[in-house]
T-cell receptor, first 119, second 115 residues
Framework: GAGVSQSPSNKVTEKGKDVELRCDPI?????LYWYRQSLGQGLEFLIY????????KSGLPSDRFSAERTGGSVSTLTIQRTQQEDSAVYLC?????????????????FGDGTRLSIL | AQTVTQSQPEMSVQEAETVTLSCTYD???????LFWYKQPPSRQMILVIR??????QNATENRFSVNFQKAAKSFSLKISDSQLGDAAMYFC????????????FGTGTLLAVQP
C-alpha cells in the first residue's frame, strides 16, 4: 500500500485478555518500529526490527509484551494478560533503512496507530 | 541516556502570524539527528522538518524553519504565516548516530490556530 497500515484502528478488551496488533509497513522498507503513546505523553520506543538482524527489544516494558516480524514484512505486537496501564495508542513506523550512515537520516513513516482500551 | 524536553504543553497563534515552539535535549554525543513531527487528530505522525547536527545551517521547509543551537542543545521550530491546518500536536525527536535508530520524543506541544 501507499503508507503504513495498522489494524485494528481501535481495540477494546477486558483486563487479563491477550491482544494482537498488526502493522503492515511500506513495501520495501527494511526497518520497522513500534512505539506506545500514553495519554498526554510523547511516544515511547518499544521495539525495532531491521532486516534479518536480531530485534532491539530494549523498550518493551515487561515480558507480557512481545513482537515478531514474519518474512521481513508484517509485524505483530502481542500483549498478554493485559492491564489497565496498557491502555494507549500503539504506533508503528517503517523506514527504508540499510546499514550505514546514510540510513540515520531516513525519516520514519508512521501509521495511524491502534487505540487500545483496557476495561 | 538522551532526553528531549518540550516545555510548552500548549501554544496558540493567530492565523497568518508566526509562532515558535521550543525544544531542548540532553546528549553526550556530538553527531545526531533532530526531527519535528506533527500529529493531527488523525493520529498519524507526519515529518515536518529534520536537522543533521553536523550541519550548521538551519533547515527550512517552506513555512517551517528551525533555530538549531548546538551548544545550547536547543532545536526550536518556527512556523510562519500560520494556517488553520497547522493546528496539531508537535513533537520534537532525537535520533542517535549510534547503533540504534530509535527516535526519542518529547512530550509534545499542542498548537491551536485562531482564525
Amino acid at each position: 500500500g501507499a503508507g503504513v497500515s495498522q489494524s485494528p484502528s481501535n481495540k477494546v478488551t477486558e483486563k487479563g485478555k491477550d491482544v494482537e496488533l498488526r502493522c503492515d509497513p511500506i513495501s520495501g522498507h527494511t526497518a520497522l518500529y513500534w512505539y506506545r503513546q500514553s495519554l498526554g505523553q510523547g511516544l515511547e520506543f518499544l521495539i525495532y526490527f531491521q532486516g534479518n538482524s536480531a530485534p532491539d527489544k530494549s523498550g518493551l516494558p515487561s515480558d507480557r509484551f512481545s513482537a515478531e516480524r514474519t518474512g521481513g514484512s508484517v509485524s505483530t505486537l502481542t500483549i498478554q494478560r493485559t492491564q489497565q496501564e496498557d491502555s494507549a495508542v500503539y504506533l508503528c513506523a517503517s523506514s527504508p533503512e540499510t546499514q550505514g550512515e546514510s540510513s540515520r537520516n531516513q525519516p520514519q513513516h508512521f501509521g495511524d496507530g491502534t487505540r487500545l482500551s483496557i476495561l | 541516556a538522551q532526553t528531549v524536553t518540550q516545555s510548552q504543553p500548549e501554544m496558540s497563534v493567530q492565523e497568518a502570524e508566526t509562532v515558535t515552539l521550543s525544544c531542548t535535549y540532553d546528549t553526550s554525543e556530538s553527531d545526531y539527528y533532530l526531527f519535528w513531527y506533527k500529529q493531527p487528530p488523525s493520529r498519524q505522525m507526519i515529518l515536518v522538518i529534520r536537522q543533521e547536527a553536523y550541519k550548521q545551517q538551519n533547515a527550512t521547509e517552506n513555512r517551517f524553519s528551525v533555530n538549531f543551537q548546538k551548544a545550547a542543545k536547543s532545536f526550536s521550530l518556527k512556523i510562519s504565516d500560520s494556517q488553520l491546518g497547522d493546528a496539531a500536536m508537535y513533537f520534537c525527536a532525537y535520533r542517535s548516530r549510534g547503533a540504534t535508530n530509535k527516535l526519542i520524543f518529547g512530550t509534545g506541544t499542542l498548537l491551536a490556530v485562531q482564525p
